[in-house]
T-cell receptor, first 118, second 115 residues
Framework: AQKITQTQPGMFVQEKEAVTLDCTYD???????LFWYKQPSSGEMIFLIY??????QNATEGRYSLNFQKARKSANLVISASQLGDSAMYFC???????????????FGTGTLLAVQP | SAVISQKPSRDICQRGTSLTIQCQVD?????MFWYRQQPGQSLTLIAT?????????ESGFVIDKFPISRPNLTFSTLTVSNMSPEDSSIYLC????????????FGQGTRLTVV
């Protein structure tokens, strides 16, 4: 069965510094996708970054990058130059790609609450 | 990215009543998903809504409690029926537009409190 593990319930980082949020996953499938989302206190889920299992390069989106280590089954999110507005809950999620069916649901981790300090 | 409008953004409801949540997308999408996030918890999929067919429910969720409609490729509703305080959660709709499933966008969420 698929599983996403986020071992850091909470993290602190100083403004302008980089921070790494950990995510490990478990799947027996060869084709899958990994996602990171930001959830501020307002409750909306903001899509940050995506990594496909066959992508050879690590995904990057602005200040967000995904450190994808397939053999270790880890997909850590790196936020560079942290800003106060980055304070939020961050969720890692995975989907097994099933092109023909209706089972492409996302499996979410338990989240990491990030607090950026001035 | 897809623009997803979810209504209402929040509501406080009496136990025993029902609430219908709407999800409107700015373009046609094949798959729409409804998730629940209980207080302090992660997201759990309720059901997958495909246009023209019955919704597919996950284990632990039933149609009588969470009926879903998907009348076209840009709209879906989720009803939370006969509510109890345990239904107090954030409910979120999500859409897929890319056939390769590399995008998954969410609406703003509906924060429901049942009293």
């Amino acid at each position: 069965a698929q599983k996403i593990t986020q071992t850091q319930p909470g993290m602190f980082v100083q403004e302008k510094e980089a921070v790494t949020l950990d995510c490990t996953y478990d799947t027996s499938d060869q084709s899958y996708g990994l996602f990171w989302y930001k959830q501020p206190s307002s409750g909306e889920m903001i899509f940050l970054i995506y990594q496909g299992s066959y992508d050879e390069q690590n995904a990057t989106e602005g200040r967000y990058s995904l450190n994808f280590q397939k053999a270790r089954k880890s997909a850590n999110l790196v936020i560079s130059a942290s800003q106060l507005g980055d304070s939020a809950m961050y969720f890692c999620a995975m989907r097994e790609v099933n092109y023909g069916g209706a089972t492409n649901k996302l499996i979410f981790g338990t989240g990491t609450l990030l607090a950026v300090q001035p | 990215s897809a623009v997803i409008s979810q209504k209402p953004s929040r509501d406080i409801c009496q136990r025993g009543t029902s609430l219908t949540i709407q999800c409107q997308v700015d373009s046609q999408v094949t798959m729409m998903f409804w998730y629940r996030q209980q207080p302090g918890q992660s997201l759990t999929l309720i059901a997958t809504a495909n246009q023209g067919s019955e919704a597919t429910y996950e284990s632990g969720f039933v149609i009588d409690k969470f009926p879903i409609s998907r009348p076209n490729l840009t709209f879906s509703t989720l009803t939370v029926s006969n509510m109890s305080p345990e239904d107090s959660s954030i409910y979120l709709c999500s859409v897929e537009r890319d056939r390769l499933y590399t995008e998954a966008f969410f609406g703003q969420g509906t924060r429901l409190t049942v009293v």
